[in-house]
């Protein structure tokens, strides 16, 4: 004699197998594995944090107010750019500071008539291993500065800020 609670057997055993299957395909395919290739993202990480950092060094307080960037590179004060530079490396939202052990090398380069010239304006003590970004700010110099003297300021300049970055 045949009756129906074979085919529901069957019904429910196919409808286990296929949510098994789905729950197998949900669980490895959200699984992350850092491979060799995936390496380079930390990389862009750190090229984004000096990026991010160059910028809010970069932008005034006030509406007609010179950034903080461009009064360190008029006034040639490399003390007061490396505090503040790391100081935007190092912070962490949400809990203070935090230490990065990041270390740089920053240039200058600028257009004089038709050479093009650098200024080294910070060295770092430690020689950058591997790994190392750059990043890069164009900075608006609207006064004379004893940093570049043969620079002519008969008109507003830019300068290009390279700033070599690594983790030590």
């Given at each position: 004699m045949v009756n129906d609670d074979g085919q529901l057997y069957t019904?429910?055993?196919?409808a286990a197998a296929l949510m098994i299957v789905v729950t197998a395909y949900l669980v490895v395919s959200t699984?992350?594995?850092l491979t060799q290739q995936d390496v380079h993202i930390i990389d862009l990480q750190l090229q984004q944090l000096g990026?991010?950092?160059l910028a809010m060094m970069d932008t005034?307080?006030?509406?007609?107010d010179k950034s903080n960037l461009s009064i360190f590179i008029e006034g040639n004060k490399t003390n007061e750019f490396h505090n503040q530079f790391l100081a935007y490396l190092n912070a962490e939202s949400g809990s203070g500071m935090i230490t990065g052990n990041y270390e740089y090398n920053a240039t200058i380069y600028y257009q004089n008539s038709t050479e093009i010239n650098s200024y080294v304006f910070y060295e770092s003590q430690e020689y950058y291993r591997e790994n190392s970004?750059?990043?890069?700010r164009w900075v608006f110099l609207s006064?004379?500065?004893p940093l570049l003297p043969d620079?002519?300021?008969s008109v507003n300049r830019t300068v290009l800020l390279e700033v070599q970055l690594w983790r030590e």
């Open positions: 019904i429910e055993g196919i699984t992350t594995v990026n991010d950092a005034p307080n006030k509406y007609w970004v750059k990043v890069r006064d004379s500065s620079l002519d300021f």
